[in-house]
């Protein structure tokens, strides 16, 4: 049985109407960057709980969680009103293989998202490992509407402490935005696009990609790298390509 501890947001952090951050206090087991852990709240007699990503660090002294609100979701919009003070359940033990640990030797870490599940990137970048087994970082943030690239000044601070190796592209599907590119993550890589962009092609020899996010684009962003040749990154038989559904 998985063990709850009750935890405290100590701090709520409004990104857009439905985007938002909870900095949570909580005794919890010791975690990696990378990894998840379960957020719950009572609701009458049920429990009702989901996977949210640690966005902080594992050094941080607070546990932080990168949310959006699904209006006609079961969860989200209690955990939404959430504010500082406020109590929730927090499972104890953190859980996934999207680490750092999981990803085989590599010259070029490409860190591709969308929506919230650019939480788990920000883990392992401001926890300074990943800029230590890798020359060059690309994260790849893919949302709708400009408003919905959050965290700015913690990926300012990425390209200011580490220069060249670390870059940024943002993905607006839904309008134009400035410094942004259009469309979607996956045609932009069938294009070369995204490598042209970033002065940086896929190769296995070179390449480790991490996947996160919206499951249509995991399937297609995997599908479009399989088709350059690049693997599946498999205990059993070690690849370049690492993925995770949020849904
Ligand atoms: C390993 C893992 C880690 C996760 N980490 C996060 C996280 O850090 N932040 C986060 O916001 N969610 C995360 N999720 C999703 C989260 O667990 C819930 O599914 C989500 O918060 C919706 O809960 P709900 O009860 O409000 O909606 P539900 O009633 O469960 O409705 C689920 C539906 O909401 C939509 N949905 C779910 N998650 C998202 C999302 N992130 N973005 C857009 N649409 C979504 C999908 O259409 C899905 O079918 C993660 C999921 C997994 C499996």
Not at 84 to 102: I, P, R, W
Request: proline share 7%; with cysteine.
């Amino acid at each position: 049985m998985a063990a709850w501890v009750e935890g405290r947001v100590i701090e709520r952090i409004e990104w857009t109407p439905t985007l938002f951050s909870l900095r949570v206090a909580a005794d919890l087991a010791p975690y990696k960057a990378g990894q998840f852990t379960k957020l719950a709240l009572e609701q009458g007699d049920r429990r009702i709980q989901r996977a949210y990503s640690f966005v902080n660090p594992p050094s941080a002294p607070y546990h932080e969680f990168y949310l959006v609100e699904i209006p006609s979701g079961e969860l989200t919009p209690s955990l939404g009103s959430l504010q500082a003070g406020d109590t929730l359940l927090v499972q104890s033990q953190a859980t996934g293989f999207l680490t750092l640990d999981e990803v085989p030797a590599g010259r070029d870490l490409w860190l591709l998202s969308t929506g919230t599940a650019i939480g788990p990137f920000l883990s392992m970048l401001a926890d300074g490992e990943a800029f230590n087994r890798f020359e060059n970082l690309v994260l790849v943030h893919g949302v709708r509407k400009g408003e919905e690239l959050s965290y700015q000044p913690l990926i300012a601070s990425f390209a200011g402490q580490y220069g060249e190796r670390f870059r940024y592209v943002p993905f607006v599907s839904r309008e134009p935005w400035p410094e942004a590119m259009a469309g979607r993550i996956p045609a932009a890589i069938a294009e070369g696009r995204l490598q042209a962009r970033v002065g940086l092609g896929f190769s296995p020899e070179q390449s480790q990609v991490l996947i996160c996010g919206n499951p249509e684009m995991v399937k297609e962003t995997q599908q479009t790298l399989l088709a350059l040749g690049l693997a599946k990154n498999l205990r059993r038989a070690p690849g370049n390509i690492s993925a995770e559904n949020y849904w």
